[in-house]
């Protein structure tokens, strides 16, 4: 039988989800580099600053994690669902993290500049630093892994 177009977007993908070990991967480098992001806009903009770096450090790695729980549990479901939990979980997120920079923007230990880099470079850093590790083939997707790959080349 050959498959409809129905069927394509009722299916489900059972087994490991790799989006979730990229996630997981991406949440431990921001912990091991929060620190010194934290710092440098401490020395930047103070303790207002350092606060808001820890704030914005925070922001960056639970929309990581959000992201990488709606795919992987709408994957689950559909891949129809999981495309719209894709694009719309995106806006949802981007929502989510004006409201987080909005709740907070005229506290007295807040610095808008201090959160507002925060989250753009811990954003973009980490995104960049993941790519090095991220093997993009659909036969192994996920974490590049450790072990070498075998030569399918049996020339002589």
């Not at 999981?82 to 929502?95: E, N, Q, V």
Request: glycine share 8%; charged share 10%; hydrophobic share 55%.
């Amino acid at each position: 039988m050959s498959a409809t177009a129905g069927d394509a977007f009722t299916t489900r993908f059972e087994g490991p989800a790799p989006e979730v070990a990229v996630s997981n991967d991406m949440i431990k480098r921001g912990l091991l580099v929060a620190p010194i992001i934290i710092a440098i806009c401490g020395v930047i903009w103070g303790v207002n600053g350092a606060f808001s770096s820890a704030y914005g450090v925070a922001i960056v790695l639970v929309n990581f994690a959000l992201a990488a729980a709606l795919i992987a549990g709408a994957a689950r479901i559909s891949v129809g669902l999981m495309m719209g939990a894709t694009m719309f979980g995106y806006l949802i997120r981007l929502a989510l993290i004006f409201l987080a920079v909005w709740i907070v923007k005229d506290a007295s230990w807040i610095s808008l500049p201090a959160l507002g880099s925060t989250i753009i470079v811990t954003h973009l850093g980490l995104l960049f630093w993941e790519m090095k590790y991220v093997a993009l083939s659909l036969s192994q997707p996920g974490l590049k892994s450790d072990v070498p790959q075998v030569s399918r080349d049996h020339t002589i």
